[in-house]
């Protein structure tokens, strides 16, 4: 995640720089040759590093592989796997068997090779090429494939290290590339644990008090059939890591009025949310887990009414929102280790301690950063308060359908 941040600020400042350079480069009066090829230099590369963050296959690598020649200055350019030649640009591809094969080469061993005229021999006496300077494309410590500079001369040393250079920047993009990927599978394994996590104690009495009003008030029954099938609906939709303040509010508004269903009068809920926030984006099931535990651990427990309260407010760049009970709260002391120790035992057992606290806590800080994790006030018979911050607008959080 620090890569992906840290790669996500590189670009930023590079696009400030590469403005300024385009202003003074429409004036070349005022803009130095240092200052020209700088840009020249900056451009290319970002050229170059969008189809690689895509990930090392055959489309991205087209993509890249003219605009990494001109980083080079070789003839002729190519990118490989660790099986196959995956796009070349340029000069060379007469000698694509043989340029595969030294590629596949250095991938095994790791190591960077130059080739000369006589391991590049062929049958055309107009054959440009005379020789190829190569370099293993490391990725997180292991090599994913090479990059092959084509020479029209005998490589010279300027050309050796150009290749290199441009492999080990090269080599980092795939690997942000794949930190970005692991990154999504990450997110999409947590909400499907999440989702594992809700409790079957609470299906089985949704569906048993829904039973209880067959009878006695079947229009009434048909009504809490329809709330739950839009929960679960939600709760297990296929798409998406983040979702609208206002649309987990409304599954939220639709678990409680199961669970009133089921406590009747002994479970009070109040709301307070600030309409302008209601667009806010957030987390997928990110304010449900607080809401459950609220009920489960905190009123399930407690003899007479207790009282879930829900505010969310607007507080300038962030939008504020808590979640708190007056149930029987818990042990400060059972805190001082950390979110991750509430992150509860058995999620079928209800005796289990804050059931996804700890997966609501990680995926705040993946999307936001660290300063954007739960805050949780809690004392023995004082109620749990939990609060979490969420920033209006943040760089590549958004809602996908």
Known sequence: MTAALGGAVLVGALGAALWALVRLRARRGIATATQRATYEVLHTVGLAAEPLRTGLTEAGAAKAVRHLRTLVGAAGLALTDRAELLALDGRGGHHAGQLLAAALRTVATDRSTVLGQAELRCDRVDCPVRGAVLAPLRAAGRVVGALVAVADDAPAPGLVQATLETAYWAGNQIALAELDASRERLARAEVRALRAQISPHFI????????????TDPERARELILEFAEFTRYSFRAHGEFTTLAEELRSIDRYLTIERARFGDRLQVRLQIAPE?????????CLQPLV???VRHGLSGKPGTGMVSIEARDAGAECHITVEDDGVGMDPTTLTSGIADLAGSDPGDDSGQHVGLSNVDERLRSAFGDRFGLVVETGVGSGTKVSLRVPKFHPGVRVTS
């Open 292 to 294: 459950e535990n609220a």
């Open 204 to 215: 089985y009495n949704a569906l048993t008090a829904i039973g209880s009003f067959v009878r």
């Open 277 to 285: 926030v209601l667009s806010v984006t957030l987390p997928f099931l």
